[in-house]
């Protein structure tokens, strides 16, 4: 590990962006300082990659969530477990991860460090190494503190091709989890509508669930239902097969607290964004066993089959009362910047 | 009451009803928990669930829109409104804005807002500024504005009022002999204002049942088994369904700043016309504060037409419940919620937009078209 300095500034500035002495010290400080690994080398250009075998497979994502800490995580946290859950519900398991970083002018030190402790945390919580990254600056008034973006590179594990496209009528919809905790402890920490709370955000790496359903026969296909909820995963796959999707209100997990906050605020919890959960497409006679994997984990017990796959080519709720209705696509987006 | 949506579901379903029986509400926050839960689904085939006047963003007439259009190009001021009337069409030639969304893009400050509080707020900011408030509203979004009137409205805010009380539009429609239905579900948001009774009139006038419902399904299929069962009985009662919120004689206080700040006026309605007593205008003493009075009218006498809902649009006819919104040849088409051609299709209380995102049988399936059964 590279010799830790003390931090001797408060605030980023211009000058921790332009390549000199400032520059350096913030990244030995706190960049090298909670991320090192064998890999990494900071002094040079590029980072050759050991142990890469197999189907390889990569994912990227950005990060621009308001606020940058929230009840169940960071910015930090979220940008590993965001990249990682695509490429584990694509049935990989992640290995390296790049970082990008833009700092805006004025970001407290001491946040930053809290966030890059947090983002190595996660990284090592889940067997990844950071390998490379890239360090901006920019001037106060053109960012939102702080934006992150990450690439993931994985190995695909399991027998598995799994593919939207394989879907099929009378499979069933399996969800690991209470939707919209994420999106509405944003909305919570934002404290914009003088509502606060404890509700934690769900945001967690998904590759115990993924790992955990990887030998069931008959999966069809996993995501991660961020931005745009569980309704716009569903659009996905109606859209993708063609078909009907057709789910059952009173089987969706959501929980109280979340359903009060969108009762008050006029949202829908099944289009706010889950960070931590997964939603899987199997066939019929695999779903039982599918969803008895989950519930034994500690991600999952709440898992739920909610829905099917019919003949239709809507995607239409079946409500509490026993009504049909459409579960529409998403037309504004709900909330912005919420992953 | 029950407070169980499946008893009064099972309730209705149990009754025999051997006839068409329409029912109509006039409250788009009626027809959004209708559609919301699927009750159109599940009740008896003879119970018709007809959305009526219920959006002051449709029947806001087409001329104050465009008044709100030309102000905010041509007068150094800022403009809010309700975010809903922002993309309302009007008529002018293409190469104008034709919505107040549009004209923003060309360069003038018009903000949307949620409450007049927010006026109040943007008002105070830009003291040296004239900002003017483009409130449409029925009577419980106008009681608020009333009130920023009486306690005392920032020097520099002024309104371009298009105010509508709802029951003289019922009356009306009642009155023409023309109105499509059997029972009259009363709005619980405005009568929790205005008070129940004012619905009286829908027993005397015209022999009818009434109740009045909220926005849960429990309280509106309450109201609806009130009504079948008022009118096989043949027992008329105003009943209240929505008991907990609406009080008899509603909310005094909030009548007492609509009267102090307004008078009650003969007024246009959207693709329907002039409708006695129907909306309200500012006071005299409140002159100056009303921007009808402090700018210059900026209608265009030879505009075609003026008024008028655009080409091929049947929202006059929606709005009245004399058709449901599927049966417009645009619903669906060339009329959707990202391309609205009709401001049905553009107010999250139109019934088309409301009907668009909700239905489950969208055109070009085979499924059963619907009429309003005719009297
Ligand atoms: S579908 Fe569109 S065009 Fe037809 S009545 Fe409704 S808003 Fe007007």
Known sequence: MTETKDITWAHISLAHGNGGRYMRELIETIFSRYLSNPVLNTQADAASLPDMEGNIMISTDGFTVQPLEFPGGDIGSLSIHGTLNDLAVAGAIPKYMTVNVFIEEGLEVSQLERIVQSMASAAKENNIAIVAGDTKVVPKGQGSGLY?????????????TLNIKNINIGDRIVVSGPVGDHGTAIMLAREEFGMHGALQSDAASVLPLTQAVDSIAGLKFMRDPTRGGLATVMHEIQQASGLGVYLYEEQIPIRDEVQTVCDMLGYDPLYLACEGRVVAVVDDNNAEALLACWQQLPQGQEAAIIGKINQGNQVVLRTTLGGERLLDELEDDPLPRIC | ???????????????????????????????????????????????????????????????????????????????????????????????????????????????????????????????DKTVIFFAAGFETTMAPVAAMLVEGIPKNLSLLLSGRLTWPAVDMLLASGEACFDALIAPGHVAATMGAEEWHFVIDKYQLPVAVAGFEATSLLAAFYSVIRQQQEQKLFLDNCYSAVVKPQGNKTAQQYLSQAFDVVDSNWRGVGSIAGSGYQLKTVFKQHDARLQFKDYENNKRKRIGEMPPGCDCAKVVLGKIYPNQCRLYGQACTPRQPIGPCMVSDEGACRIWFKYRTDRPNEDHQAETVTSA
Request: charged share 20%; with cysteine; glycine share 8%.
């Open chain 1, 148 to 160: 992150l973006a990450t690439t993931g590179i994985g190995i695909k594990s399991g027998q598995h």
């Open chain 2, 1 to 127: 009451m029950p407070d169980n949506a499946k008893y009064w579901l099972d309730a209705i379903n149990a009754l025999t009803i051997s006839t068409p029986f329409r029912i109509m509400n006039v409250c788009g926050g009626h027809e959004r928990a209708i559609s919301q839960s699927g009750i159109r689904t599940l009740l008896p085939k003879n119970i018709e669930l007809i959305p009526g006047p219920g959006c002051p963003v449709c029947i806001c007439p087409e001329e104050d829109i465009y008044q709100a259009i030309q102000l905010a190009l041509h007068e150094d001021i800022i403009l809010l409104a309700f975010g809903d009337m922002l993309r309302v069409p009007v008529n002018t030639t293409k190469k104008e804005p034709r919505s107040l969304e549009q004209a923003r893009a060309a360069g003038a400050d018009i903000r949307p807002i949620a409450s007049p509080l927010d006026a109040i707020r943007i008002a105070n900011e830009n003291s």
